[in-house]
């Protein structure tokens, strides 16, 4: 019998799904049937331009436009994006980073067109760069002035928009790149304290508003399978900034201390093998962080059970948002106080990450902080990566029809059609659309907003207010951000090879047997990432894993040109050229980056890695790819001894 006294429920946190594709109208068309759905929230995904300050008719957009998420290049496409979607009712959350002042300023132009005032908006940029520069790669800027535009952005959101959250602090990608739980909750409450003693030392906010602005401060986090552990690392994440808002910061008000974040349960340990298992993977991570009320989050999405394949279609992502559903709204879940509260084992778990956070938090912040540190940063997360992959490539960490129980029968789920494909057309209508969106504006008033910019940046002003004059005006994301790297300059971020370099030198020493027997000396591969591409783990792990099968590795780091590729195989000489796409452009960059090798006089052959569906395999054979590894391929050893043969093979032909 159930008792017939119903219970009070808690309300259920946001449900988004982190979504974007192709076009403004497309996307409009997708995140307006989610909404219908159920969905209660926006996540905007955009596209490898956008998120790097790139109008689609750039170079190094070629091939990447509208393919892991949505265009947005000027205002025209963020009133399309958002029509029908009042901004003064909905709470939008948008991965956008090195250019998040841009995109702020186009949502707040397309707001003010419709009479919504800056104080009714209500949603979060990610706005997160020391993890661009440690893990996902979208950024543009070196560290200090991308510090200066999300002071800039907290300050303007403090006085203009307060229910806006400025930063999200990001610790997911750490997780995706190898971070342990003690490093994720370590790295991103560094990052946060470094904004924050910014923010207060840059004399734009009163002491009178920093609470405000502590209470600002969100936070994305990943949610592994190991979801007791992650239920305890949520806890001690939220013990910690109550810790840091208290001590640090004299925040005497206990909710603004509040820790408050969002979710997506973790994409890297989603298997293009046997996929179907990536569904149960998906609820129990969930689980992580919806069991603990007193560390439950404020906002989820699921990865679609396919991301492992390529681009999930609506259906998937319907899916992951009905599991969201029947746990907030048919268990009991939402009935109850923290049910682990008391618990022994939750309790020592979460005492020994905080305690272990919070010394390496620590240490980071006397090394000047997280912005002074990436460089030691990064190496420490390439080492984590390269322990977590040699433990499944021994066995020491089962991977469920990966390295263990591999046997299969067919799945109903297979087949060509089981993701989604970006209409390549789509590419040419975007580059056709911002030239008649520049065409058709009032030159004059964009290179008037285009100077004011350009003033702002050289001069410390608020760049807030001169980004939504220049969106009204007509100006583009490629235009916005030329400006500032004019004025700021662009970093190239360590690539951290050369800190995991020699750890995994006992599975791969059948391999270095091998290449000491290679007449001619160390075969030289040559490791290269074209195109916007940011997501470098795949690359870095086995440039780490040939250092230490003991070839020569060239590696030079993320966003490269074909013809900057060639460039750099003409004069390296490599034997193997080995390239890493995970964007879903390989169909494009490929076969230009073969034909600019071929073009400087390199025959080298060339290896490919990355998410490549199935049906693409036999076109990019046919067109000079020596060989294909995508993420099933995880024994490493075989993978380098692979390598290690091509290259033998390529010498011997030279000859």
């Given at each position: 019998m159930t008792d017939p006294i119903t219970p009070r429920r808690d309300d259920p946190w946001l449900m988004r799904t982190y979504s974007g594709h192709s076009t403004a109208a497309a996307s409009?068309?997708?995140y307006r049937t989610n909404l219908a759905k159920g969905q209660?929230?926006?996540?905007?995904?955009?596209?490898?331009?956008?998120?790097?300050?790139?109008?689609p008719d750039h170079v190094l957009a070629?091939?990447?436009?509208?393919?892991?998420?949505?265009?947005?290049?000027?205002?025209?496409?963020?009133?399309?994006?958002?029509?029908?979607?009042?901004p003064a009712k909905m709470n939008t959350s948008m991965t956008i980073n090195a250019p998040a002042a841009w995109m702020l300023a186009l949502y707040v132009a397309n707001a003010r067109e419709q009479g919504v005032t800056d104080t009714e908006l209500r949603g979060t940029t990610q706005n997160d760069i020391v993890k661009e520069y440690l893990s996902r790669g979208t950024y543009i800027f070196p560290p200090a002035p991308s510090k200066r535009l999300i002071v800039d952005m907290v300050a303007w959101c403090a006085h203009n928009a307060p229910k806006w959250n400025p930063m999200n602090v990001c610790s997911y990608h750490l997780q995706e790149v190898g971070a342990t739980p003690v490093q994720e909750i370590a790295f991103s409450l560094a990052n946060a304290i470094d904004i924050l003693d910014a923010v207060r030392a840059s004399g734009k906010v009163s002491d009178e508003q920093f609470p405000q602005v502590f209470a600002s401060i969100s936070f994305f986090v990943n949610a592994g399978i190991r979801f007791v552990e992650e239920v305890c690392k949520m806890r001690a994440f939220t013990e910690l900034w109550d810790r840091i808002g208290l001590e640090?910061?004299?925040?005497?008000?206990?909710?603004?201390?509040?820790?408050?974040?969002?979710?997506?349960?973790?994409?890297?340990?989603l298997t293009e093998a046997q996929p179907e298992n990536n569904i149960q993977r998906?609820?129990?991570?969930?689980?992580?962080?919806?069991?603990?009320?007193?560390?439950?989050?404020?906002?989820?999405?699921l990865p679609a059970w396919n991301e492992a394949l390529g681009l999930p279609r609506p259906w998937d992502q319907q899916w992951s948002l009905r599991m969201q559903q029947v746990l907030a709204f048919e268990t009991d879940l939402l009935e109850h106080e923290d049910i682990f509260n008391g618990s022994h084992v939750i309790e020592a778990r979460t005492a020994e990450l905080r305690d272990a956070a919070w010394q390496e938090m620590s240490e980071i912040v006397e090394m000047g902080g997280a912005f002074d540190a990436v460089d030691s940063l990064k190496g420490r997360l390439v080492s984590s990566m390269a322990e977590r992959t040699r433990r499944i490539e021994t066995g020491d960490q089962t991977v469920v029809g990966v390295n263990r129980f591999t046997e299969s029968t067919d799945s109903p789920l297979s087949g060509a059609d089981n993701i989604l494909k970006v209409d390549h057309r789509v590419e040419q209508q975007m580059i056709d659309d911002v030239v008649a969106w520049r065409e058709a504006r009032d030159q004059g008033a964009v290179d008037s907003a285009l100077a004011s910019l350009r003033t702002a940046a050289e001069t410390g002003t608020n760049i807030m207010d001169a980004s939504v004059e220049l969106a009204k005006a007509g100006g583009t994301t490629g235009e916005w951000g030329e400006v500032l790297r004019q004025v700021f300059g662009e970093y190239r971020a360590p690539t951290g090879v050369g800190a995991a370099a020699g750890r995994r030198t006992t599975e791969l020493a059948d391999v270095a047997e091998f290449v000491r027997t290679?007449?001619?000396?160390?075969?030289?591969?040559?490791?290269?990432?074209?195109?916007?591409?940011?997501h470098s783990s795949g690359a870095e792990q086995i440039a780490v894993a040939a250092r230490d099968s003991g070839m020569e590795v060239v590696y030079s780091g993320i966003r490269l040109t074909p013809a900057q590729i060639a460039a750099s195989a003409r004069d390296e000489d490599p034997d193997v050229v080995g390239l890493s796409i995970l964007s879903g452009s390989h169909l494009q960059l490929v076969p230009d980056v073969i034909s600019e090798l071929a073009a400087v006089g390199v025959t080298a052959p060339?290896?490919?890695?990355?998410?490549?569906?199935?049906?693409?395999?036999?076109?990019?054979?046919?067109?000079g790819v020596t060989a294909i590894y995508t993420p099933k391929d995880f024994d490493i050893a075989r993978i380098m001894r692979d390598i290690a043969e091509i290259a033998a093979t390529y010498r011997k032909s030279q000859k």
């Open positions: 409009n068309e997708l209660t929230g926006l996540s905007i995904a955009f596209d490898l331009p956008t998120q790097t300050g790139y109008d070629n091939g990447e436009v509208g393919k892991v998420g949505v265009p947005v290049a000027h205002l025209g496409h963020m009133r399309t994006l958002l029509h029908s979607i009042p640090r910061y004299g925040i005497t008000d206990e909710r603004a201390r509040r820790f408050r974040y969002g979710v997506q349960v973790n994409s890297l340990g998906i609820v129990l991570e969930m689980l992580a962080v919806t069991l603990s009320k007193s560390a439950r989050a404020r906002s989820v999405q290679i007449p001619g000396g160390p075969p030289k591969f040559l490791v290269a990432k074209p195109g916007l591409d940011g060339v290896v490919l890695g990355g998410i490549i569906p199935e049906s693409d395999r036999a076109n990019l054979l046919a067109n």
